[in-house]
C-alpha cells in the first residue's frame, strides 16, 4: 500500500497498544510509512518484536515494549522508556481489546428446549466479563491516561480508539464485547470534550467484519465455505463481502492527519461496507 506515502508525520511519535495482534501490527507497518517513530505496545512481546523488526528492515523506525495495559505501572514504565528512546508521544492507538469465550453464550436466543450443555446467558462466567470490560475500557481509559499528560499542548495531537459494530447494534452471543464496545465510543466522545481546550483531538474507527486468525474459524468451516453466521454478516453488508485490514488505512490516516481532519472531533467512524446503514430490509 502507497496511502501511507502521502501523509508525513516524520519526528512524530505513534504509540499502537495491541500492536502484537495481526490488525495493530498492520497498521503499525503502514504507519511507519509516514515517517514517524513507532512504539508497539503488547503484553506479548514476541508479537510486537516481530513487526518490529520489519518495519526496521524496510527502512522504518520502531522498537517493542512489552506492557499491560490492565496495570498502570507497567504502562507508565514504558511511557518512560519511549520518551528515552524516540521522545514523547505525538498520536495514541489504543488498538489493546478482545473478547472472552467465558463470556459469549452459544445461542443467539434463549428458548424454552435449549439442548443440553448450551451455555446460555444463564451460564456467563462473572470473571469473564470483567476481563472483557477490563481489557477493552480500561485497557483504552489508562494508556490515554499516561500517555495523554505529554500530549497536552502539542501541535496536532491525537488519539485514536478502536470500537466496533458492536457499539451501533449489539450481536447476538457477545454482550460483553458489545458492552465494552459501546464504552468506548461513548469515551471516545467524552475525551474529545475533556481534551478539547488542550488541542488533543479524539476519534475512534468501528471497523465491519474482516477476517483474521482469530475468528476464521467462525466464519469458514473446514472446505472455506461460510458458515451460517457469516452468511448472516455478509446477507447484511450492502456491499456483500468482508473487509480486508487495508481498508482501515485510509480512516486511520485521515482522523490522524490535522490537515485533513483538523476540525473532526469526537466521531466514531464506521468502517463497515455499509452494514451500520443497513436495517435488514
Not at 523488526?53 to 514504558?78: D, F
Not at 495531537?157 to 465494552?180: E, H
Not at 472446505?223 to 480512516?251: C, D, H
Request: include cysteine; glycine fraction near 10%; aromatic fraction near 10%.
Amino acid at each position: 500500500m502507497k496511502i501511507a506515502l502521502n501523509h508525513s508525520f516524520t519526528n512524530k511519535v505513534i504509540v499502537i497498544t495491541g500492536a502484537g495482534g495481526v490488525l495493530c501490527g498492520f497498521l503499525a507497518k503502514q504507519l511507519a510509512k509516514t515517517g514517524a517513530k513507532i512504539a508497539l505496545l503488547d503484553i506479548n512481546l514476541e508479537g510486537a518484536n516481530q513487526f518490529a523488526e520489519e518495519i526496521n528492515a524496510q527502512g522504518g523506525i520502531a522498537k517493542a515494549y512489552q506492557t499491560n495495559v490492565l496495570e498502570l505501572a507497567s504502562i507508565q514504565q514504558t511511557n518512560e522508556q519511549i520518551k528515552q528512546d524516540f521522545g514523547s508521544c505525538d498520536f495514541l492507538i489504543n488498538g489493546a481489546g478482545g473478547n472472552s469465550p467465558k463470556a459469549t453464550t452459544d445461542n443467539e436466543f434463549h428458548l424454552l428446549d435449549l439442548p443440553e450443555n448450551t451455555k446460555s446467558f444463564f451460564d456467563l462466567d462473572k470473571s469473564g466479563v470483567e476481563f472483557v470490560f477490563n481489557l477493552n475500557y480500561l485497557g483504552t481509559l489508562l494508556p490515554t491516561q499516561v500517555f495523554a499528560k505529554d500530549m497536552v499542548g502539542k501541535q496536532g495531537a491525537c488519539i485514536i480508539n478502536i470500537s466496533s459494530m458492536n457499539a451501533f447494534t449489539p450481536l447476538t452471543k457477545i454482550p460483553a464485547y458489545s458492552g465494552a464496545k459501546a464504552a468506548i465510543s461513548n469515551f471516545t466522545q467524552w475525551l474529545a470534550v475533556h481534551f478539547s481546550k488542550v488541542g488533543i483531538r479524539c476519534n475512534a474507527i468501528a471497523p465491519g467484519f474482516l477476517v483474521s486468525n482469530q475468528n476464521r474459524g467462525l466464519l469458514f468451516d473446514a472446505e472455506g465455505n461460510p458458515t451460517p453466521r457469516a452468511n448472516k454478516i455478509l446477507t447484511n453488508t450492502p456491499m456483500g463481502r468482508f473487509g480486508e485490514a487495508e481498508e482501515l488505512v485510509g480512516g486511520i490516516l485521515f482522523l490522524l492527519d490535522e490537515n485533513y481532519s483538523s476540525f473532526v472531533n469526537g466521531v466514531v467512524l464506521p468502517i463497515d461496507g455499509g452494514f451500520s446503514a443497513y436495517s435488514g430490509v
